[in-house]
């Protein structure tokens, strides 16, 4: 069981900077494939970024390369997401999720998802 609990969003002006942390519960938490999703209102939720366990894998959906990186502690048990150039389509609910297998990751059906957190871009 892993409990994953997301932080770090916020208002910011286009051109901003957030970064995002999301915190994994349990002993298992480095043996799992993570990834961030995003869901903006009346829209579904799509994939941004995925990290291997190791994190020597990382994987972004166009509209954010070269703008967003992903990266994890596996120390602390988190993962983050790093939002350079921010921009007012940018604005979405941000959901940290966890699967041993990228693939079904990517695909939105990760075996553990956070609450998410609110990320609100001002143009």
């Known amino acids: 069981q892993v409990k994953l609990v997301e932080s770090g969003g916020g208002l910011v002006q286009a051109g901003g900077s957030l970064r995002l942390s999301c915190v994994g519960s349990g002993r298992t938490f480095a043996t799992f494939d993570m990834g961030w999703f995003r869901q903006a209102p009346g829209k579904e939720r799509e994939f941004v970024a995925s990290s291997s366990w190791t994190g020597a894998i990382t994987d972004y959906t166009d509209s954010v390369k070269g703008r967003f990186t992903i990266s994890r502690d596996n120390a602390k048990n988190t993962v983050y997401l790093q939002m350079n150039d921010l921009k007012p389509v940018d604005t979405a609910i941000y959901y940290c999720?966890?699967?041993?297998?990228?693939?079904?990751?990517?695909?939105?059906?990760?075996?553990?998802w956070g609450q998410g957190t609110q990320v609100t871009v001002s143009s």
């Open positions: 999720s966890a699967d041993r297998a990228t693939p079904t990751l990517r695909l939105g059906k990760g075996q553990y």
